[in-house]
C-alpha cells in the first residue's frame, strides 16, 4: 500500500480524492481537539483504500476540504467505513450539515459476529490482524504544528489497519447471514438528527429528579441558556456550569443574585458579575414545561411494579443466554429498558419486530406469557418450553413409579 506524505495543498487533495471515489469504499479517521472550545477542532483526517493511504492537514494555510467532504457525504458509491465512528460522523456534520453515507462502523458490526459491546480500535486490530497498535501518540495535542513522522505514521495507521480488517469482516458477515441485521445500526449512525444541536432539546440530557412541570421549565431555559452562552464564548458547556449545579439550580432557584454564590459549584464572582445577571433573567421568565413535554410517569410506557421487575430480570437471564448462544453482542439484540417495557405490556418494540423477533423476541414474548421457563441440560442454563418441562418431569416421576413397582415385585 502507498503511503502519502501529508497533504497541505488543496492541488493534491483533489488528485488524491479523484482517486479514492473509483473505490469500493474508503476508511476514515479524523483527530480533533475539543477539551478548550464548543465546537470540536478538526486538526487530521485520515483516509485510505486498499490501495493508498495518506493524512490530509485541515489546518494547512489555504487548503480547501470540499472535495473530501463531497466524497464523504454526496458519494452514494463509496462506503465510509469508521471504528467508533459518532465523533467523527458529528465533525463532518457540523463542517457540511450533513452525514457521510453509505457508512459502515466497525465497532458496531462486531456486535453481530462477537459478544463484543463496544471493543476498542487496538483490541480490533489484535483480534483481526494479531498487530499490537503503538499508543504512543495517542494523547498528542494534534492541533500543534508541526505534526513529527510518528505523530502520522500513528494516525494513519488507522485507516490502513481498518481497509485489511473490513474486507475480513464482511466475509463473515455474509458467511454468517448478519448483514442485514445492522442495516438499521448504520443508518441510525448517519441520521442527521443525532448531531443536530437543539438546545432548545439540550435539557434532556440532563440527569433531574422528579416530574414537577416547574422544574423541568426552568432546566430546559437554563440548558438552552448555557448552550447559547457557550457557544457564543466557543466553550466546552461544563465551562459556563457543571450539570449538577445546573440541575440544583433548576431544583432550588435563588431568589436574588446575591445567593448564587452560596450555590455550590458557582464562584463568588456569579454573585455580582453579567452572565449571573443573564442567568438570573432566564430564571425569572422561564415558564412551567408544557404537558406534552413532560417525560411519561415510565417511558417504558407502563408501571413496572414488583412482578414486572421480576419477569424483566427473567428476560435480562434470558438475554444473556440467547447472545451467547448466538455469539452476539447482548446490546444488539435489545437493551434492559426495553425488556423492562416487555415486562411492563408494551408490545409496540423493536423487539418484537424482523430479525430480532425471529432469534430472541419471540422466546422473550413467551417467557412473558408463561409457555417458557429455564431449565439446566448438560450443566448449562436453557430455556425449555412449558409443556416439555411438564412432560420430562412426568415421564420421570414415572420412570421412577416404575422402578418402585419393580423393585416390589
Known sequence: MKIHDLITTTEALDALVARLAQSEFVTVDTEFMRENTYWPELCLVQIANDKEAAAIDPLADGIDLSSLLELLTDNED?????????????IIYNLTGKTPHPIFDTQIAMMAISQSEQIGYANLVESWLGTTVDKGARFTDWSRRPLTDRQIEYAIGDVTYLSEIFPKMLKKLIKTGRGGWLNAEMEKLADPENYRNDPGQSWKRIRSQGRNPQVLGRLKALAAWREG???????????????????????????????????????????????????????????????????????????????????????????????????????????????????????????????????FGKDALELVEGKTGFAVKDGKLVMSHIDDMHAGMMDAANGAADDQAAAAE
Not at 463509496?78 to 458529528?90: N, P, R, S
Not at 443574585?257 to 454573585?271: C, E, I, T, Y
Not at 435489545?334 to 424482523?354: F, H, Q
Open 229 to 359: 452562552e457557550a457557544q457564543h464564548k466557543d466553550i466546552p458547556r461544563g465551562r459556563i456550569m457543571r450539570d449538577e449545579t445546573l440541575a440544583d439550580i433548576a431544583s432550588h432557584p435563588p431568589k436574588k443574585q446575591s445567593d448564587l454564590a452560596k450555590v455550590r459549584g458557582l464562584s463568588n464572582a456569579w454573585r455580582e458579575n453579567d452572565i449571573g445577571k443573564r442567568m438570573m433573567k432566564v430564571l425569572e421568565d422561564a415558564e412551567p414545561l408544557p404537558a406534552e413535554e413532560m417525560p411519561s410517569k415510565n417511558k417504558r410506557g407502563a408501571p413496572l411494579g414488583k412482578e414486572g421487575a421480576l419477569v424483566a430480570d427473567l428476560l435480562k437471564l434470558l438475554l444473556k443466554i440467547r447472545a451467547r448462544e448466538l455469539d452476539v453482542a447482548s446490546r444488539l439484540l435489545t437493551k434492559s429498558n426495553e425488556m423492562e417495557a416487555l415486562a411492563a405490556g408494551v408490545r409496540d418494540l423493536p423487539i418484537l419486530k424482523g430479525w430480532r423477533y425471529e432469534v
Open 78 to 90: 463509496v462506503l465510509k467505513i469508521f471504528h467508533a465512528g459518532g465523533q467523527d460522523v458529528e
